[in-house]
């Protein structure tokens, strides 16, 4: 994979032999060795998002096939079998007992994370799971646990890490001119009235605060039920997390489900040494490094780049990077641990908001955490997952 970001490769060669849609042969990636996935879950993020790069990476000559998958709806068995091909099956055990799989991609309800992924992991099987992990620290580290007691690869659905904006953030943090850096600030906001703040949808930025800032030690929330929309009972729809990191630096992150979803949703900031980058909407990268000189910037052109949805959101690359490092050609990107990591944030928000604001140190036990929060959540009336 290149140095500066994923999925761009096919047009660098492409274009200059006048393949523009990077379709061309690619005798390189054509000749790595056949993948054989499994999805477990089909629903709208395996059709929406991930089976669609699973298509744009056969366009572009890498040997992956998904040869079955698992949902217990005829319906859209009938309809995922028929547009994007592999058996369809009614249960995970099923398709286990009768597929030989080289790895299994789970899209499954978040209640039955932990559940799918023992059992492939018990089959020996690499195992790609959405997020959160799990919602149970408990069973997020036994699932960590096993996958590294087999020596089998375990990652977790972190997507914006692979999209381009994001990618080229951390090498500015890594190589420069924003080293060091002494401050984060993330926002992440949503119009759903159905979410569960902190793991339906905070938690991409919360993995995202990691992966440019490395690991936090504290935190402290804020939050409030101001409007009382969330059908699911919710304990809060606005939500700020304070941290401090190992490093010594400084952050923040607020959140929302009761903004707009289809206006300006996330932004992070970066601050360093009288240099500092932002990413807007996992589109655009700025970097300010000179007090008189130019700011500069990167960002597609739509619609006249060759860019698809699949690849820059990170999709593509994230099912790249897995399939490669089921052959045993890359290190992932993301682990299970990281996934782990991300909910602890979670988790630890909420434990903060029960004890009202109190600044709650991290690492947590994981079994008095799980409790201590599924307990403030279900005294505001949430039915669980």
């Given amino acids: ?34 993948i054989r996935l499994g999805f477990v879950g089909a629903g709208g993020v395996a059709q929406s998002k991930h089976l669609p790069a699973i298509k744009r990476l056969q366009a572009i000559w890498e040997p992956v096939e ?122 992440f906001n949503l119009g759903y009235n159905y979410v569960d703040l902190f793991e339906a949808g905070t938690i991409h930025i919360f993995d995202m605060t990691r992966y440019l800032m490395g690991d936090i030690q504290k935190i402290r929330c804020i939050g409030n039920d101001r409007y009382h929309r969330n059908k699911r009972r919710y304990p809060v729809d606005n939500a700020i997390s304070t941290f401090e990191f190992a490093s010594g630096a400084v952050g923040t992150v607020y959140t929302s489900s009761t903004a707009l979803s289809f206006k300006p949703w996330e932004r992070v900031e970066v601050y360093g040494d009288h240099a500092w980058l932002e990413v807007d909407d996992q589109y655009k990268l700025t970097f300010h490094d000179d007090e008189t000189g130019p700011s500069k910037y990167w960002t597609p052109v739509f619609p006249n780049t060759l860019i698809f949805d699949e690849e820059f959101g990170g999709f593509m690359g994230m099912l790249e990077n897995f399939i490669q490092v089921i052959r045993g050609a890359e290190k992932p990107l993301v682990t299970g641990w990281d996934g782990y990591r991300a909910y602890e944030l979670a988790r630890a928000s909420e434990i903060s908001l029960a004890r009202h604001s109190e600044v709650v140190s991290i690492p947590l036990e994981p079994s008095s955490a799980d409790q201590e929060a599924n307990t403030w959540l279900e005294s505001h009336g949430w039915p669980g997952n």
């Fill in 66 to 187: 998904v040869v079955a998958f698992v949902t217990p709806d005829e319906g859209q068995g009938e309809k995922v079998q028929h547009i994007f091909g592999g058996r369809w099956y009614g249960k995970l055990e099923d398709m286990l007992a009768v597929e030989e799989l080289d790895g299994v991609v789970i899209c499954s309800p978040d209640s039955l994370h932990a559940e799918h992924c023992l059992a492939c992991l018990e089959r020996n099987l690499p195992v790609l799971v959405e997020k959160p992990i799990t919602r149970s620290l408990v069973d997020a580290q036994r699932i960590c646990r096993l996958a590294d007691d087999k020596g089998l690869p375990l990652m977790t659905v972190s997507n914006k890490r692979y999209a381009p904006p994001y990618f080229r953030a951390r090498k500015l943090i890594e190589q420069g001119p924003v080293t060091n850096p002494a401050m984060y600030v993330g926002k």
């Fill in 1 to 34: 994979m290149p140095e500066d970001t994923y999925g761009f490769t096919p047009y660098r060669k492409s274009i200059e032999l006048g393949d523009v849609y990077g379709i061309g042969y690619d005798e390189e990636r054509a000749s790595r060795h056949r």
